[in-house]
């Protein structure tokens, strides 16, 4: 069963730090770009960060660049959102999606993303 599993939320104060990461399982990850999406209660969902297969090209929404990194581990089947100097706004459900495709308007509206997980909740909160 093709399935992505993301794991690493929790609540943290304002300023901290968490790590995300996205896992694959039925498929082979290298094949695929990964993005990282978030969606805040009451909000729509927006992209956060994409990564090419390689690891060649990566993408950041503005309110998150300088900030997260993403990254990944094909050996291990996994994809990573370190995430620093959180932001309460922040605070959402984080998913991750793979695609075929990569470009940065793909990522930007998340277009042909497919396999969502279901989701790690980020709260960042004093």
């Known amino acids: 069963q093709v399935q992505l599993v993301e794991s690493g939320g929790g609540l943290v104060q304002p300023g901290g730090s968490l790590r995300l990461s996205c896992t694959a399982s039925?498929?082979?990850?290298?094949?695929?770009?990964i993005g990282w999406f978030r969606q805040a209660p009451g909000k729509e969902r927006e992209a956060v960060s994409c990564?090419?297969?390689?690891?060649?090209?990566?993408d950041y929404a503005d309110s998150v660049q300088g900030r997260f990194t993403i990254s990944r581990d094909n050996a291990k089947n996994t994809v990573y959102l370190e995430m620093n100097s959180l932001k309460p706004e922040d605070t959402a459900v984080y998913y991750c999606?793979?695609?075929?495709?990569?470009?940065?308007?793909?990522?930007?509206?998340?277009?042909?993303?497919?396999?969502w997980g279901q989701g790690t909740q980020v709260t960042v909160s004093s």
């Open positions: 999606a793979r695609s075929f495709i990569y470009s940065y308007w793909y990522c930007k509206t998340g277009t042909d993303f497919n396999s």
């Open positions: 039925g498929f082979t990850l290298d094949r695929w770009h």
């Open positions: 990564i090419s297969s390689t690891s060649a090209r990566t």
